[in-house]
């Protein structure tokens, strides 16, 4: 028998040290580590000044102390003026602690906590590896360009990627997992396809609570914020017929790739896939339980990418961090050595690809970030159907061994 199933199970189900490397591979790992958290806090100084979308945040919550509207009369939607509110209403509420607060100070607040949401995402997420892959690990997270403007920017997405997977570590306790759920997509809209996930992997308690929860919960905003809840179905609307991407993207350079991205197959690919990894990925991941938690990440990492313009928001990168951690895993564990490195480069090349960066109208990064998504769709897959191919080899093999 391998040494594969000889080696201690996490709480995940994962044989976190199945994978044994020389000690140097980990002393190096050290070294880069440090260097890429050094790295990564001088990139994030580089983005001052800080807290640009949580300004829209504050004065929201200002505007409510005040009593006056929340809402623009005519919302610009999804990329507004600066400071313009896009969320339900009740979202606002909690930044009425930060609202007294000189700004510096409340951007210093807003900062650490992201900050340390962004740290208990990454222990989460690290932690199950084998011991000498996490300083790889660790500096691949630190220094992430997506959550370096996440945490810069001071927007929801880390928040909303933490809700989600408690939400996931609670699945067995529907009414704490779909309270939870509800309130990552009352947060943001971008984990709604994760409901489809939930019900093709036979969750169903879970969606009931989530739905039952959602529908209390905008019924009470309604009631609650009756003045201002008309104002949030205005912005709802603006969201649904809003052409900012097809105008950006037709206004791009070079023409011959944003051509690429504006054509039928470029606007629908991505949304179909966020359709398909939530329902097909849900149906698999009822059928083989052990591998519900990768597929779970697989729907999440494409969860933002139901509209087309979610891809020109690179912190929505942030989303594929569990999916890029538990590929890694995967790939480590297997024992096809060649399988092993092709897909530990592939998340590589993924991880790399999504962090390219350019002019405004460059769109040349957008269809970098569009391969990286599509590298490490295939990636996650791969390494699902090959960990299976050497489930099938070791029974098959285990009575000649005996």
């Given at each position: ?299 999440l990492a494409f969860a933002p990418y139901l509209a087309l313009f979610s891809l020109l928001w690179i912190p929505y990168l942030v989303f594929s961090l569990p999916l890029l951690a538990s590929t890694f895993r995967k790939a480590l564990l ?69």
């Amino acid at each position: 028998m391998r040494r594969l199933y000889l080696a201690p199970i996490d709480s995940q189900g994962v044989k976190a040290e199945a994978a044994h490397h020389p000690r140097l591979v980990w002393a190096v790992g050290v070294i880069v580590m440090v260097l890429a958290g050094l790295a990564g806090l001088g990139v994030l100084l580089v983005k001052q000044p800080f807290g640009f979308d949580l300004w829209a945040y504050v004065f929201a919550a200002r505007h409510l102390l005040a009593g006056e509207p929340l809402y623009s009369a005519e919302p610009k939607m999804p990329a507004g003026p600066f400071g313009e509110y896009h969320y339900a209403p009740i979202v606002a509420v909690p930044f009425a602690l930060l609202a007294p607060l000189p700004f510096w100070l409340a951007v210093a607040v807003w900062v650490g906590l992201n900050t340390g949401i962004a740290g208990a995402i990454g222990v989460h997420l690290i932690r199950p590896l084998p011991r000498d892959a996490r300083p790889w690990a660790v500096a691949a997270f630190v220094l992430f360009l997506p959550t370096i403007l996440e945490i810069s920017l001071g927007n929801l997405n880390l928040l909303t990627v933490g809700l989600c997977l408690v939400a996931w570590s609670q699945r067995r306790r529907a009414p704490a997992a779909g309270t939870i759920l509800a309130i990552a997509i009352g947060v943001k809209l971008l984990p709604l396809t994760l409901v489809l996930f939930y019900l093709a992997s036979g969750r169903y308690r879970v969606v009931a609570w989530t739905v039952a929860v959602g529908i209390v919960g905008l019924l009470a905003t309604a009631i609650a914020f009756a003045r201002d809840f008309p104002g949030y179905i205005t912005v709802l609307m603006a969201l649904k017929d809003s052409h900012w991407d097809t105008d950006f993207i037709a206004n791009a350079r070079p023409a011959e790739v944003a051509a690429i991205l504006g054509s039928p197959v470029g606007r629908w690919l991505l949304p179909f896939t966020a359709l398909a990894t939530a329902t097909l990925g849900g149906l698999a991941a009822r059928r083989t339980p052990r591998d519900e938690t990768h597929l779970h990440h697989l729907a999440l990492a494409f969860a933002p990418y139901l509209a087309l313009f979610s891809l020109l928001w690179i912190p929505y990168l942030v989303f594929s961090l569990p999916l890029l951690a538990s590929t890694f895993r995967k790939a480590l564990l297997l024992s096809q050595g060649q399988a092993r490195r092709v897909l530990i480069a592939s998340v590589t090349l993924s991880w790399l690809l999504m962090q390219v960066v350019g002019a405004e109208e460059d769109v040349r990064p957008l269809v970098a970030h569009l391969l990286g998504l599509l590298v490490l769709l295939a990636a996650a897959v791969a390494v699902v159907l090959v960990a299976r191919r050497d489930d099938t080899t070791d029974t098959v093999a285990a009575p000649v061994a005996a």
